[in-house]
């Protein structure tokens, strides 16, 4: 069965995200309970989701030339912003009980993870 996302670094990457929303979401739901611990959920799963979407339209895009692979990284990049961005509009229009704390402290901690796909090789060894 071939791999929905082929690349490794993002295929890591989605999975180092995956688990600081993990952890993320158990500190929080153990200090501020339930409503902390969704709120973590959520600002991880926004940038899991938008993660994912990247791999897929990068991995399925035509790289004939450099050109076409540049224009499918392009469109995989703004297809990650404008659903981060809709999904955090929906998160903050709609789920009223939201902490911010935990909400803004996963989702950064999910950027700063998706940016370290530069790091992973191909082979899974991390570059020095």
Known sequence: ???????????TVLKWQLYATVASMLIAGLW???????????GGFINVVAGAVFGLVATHSRKRTAGEAL??????????????VIQL????????QIMLGPF???FV????????????????????
């Open 89 to 96: 509009w929906l998160v903050l229009a709609y789920y009223k």
């Open 1 to 11: 069965m071939p791999l929905l996302i082929e690349g490794k670094p993002i295929r």
């Open 71 to 84: 224009v499918g990284l392009m469109r995989a990049e703004g297809g990650k912003v404008a659903l981060i």
């Open 32 to 42: 501020l309970g339930r409503h902390g611990a969704l709120s973590a959920l959520a």
């Open 109 to 128: 901690l999910t950027v700063i993870f998706f940016s370290m796909a530069i790091f992973v090789r191909e082979r899974g060894q991390v570059k020095r």
């Open 104 to 106: 803004f402290g996963t």
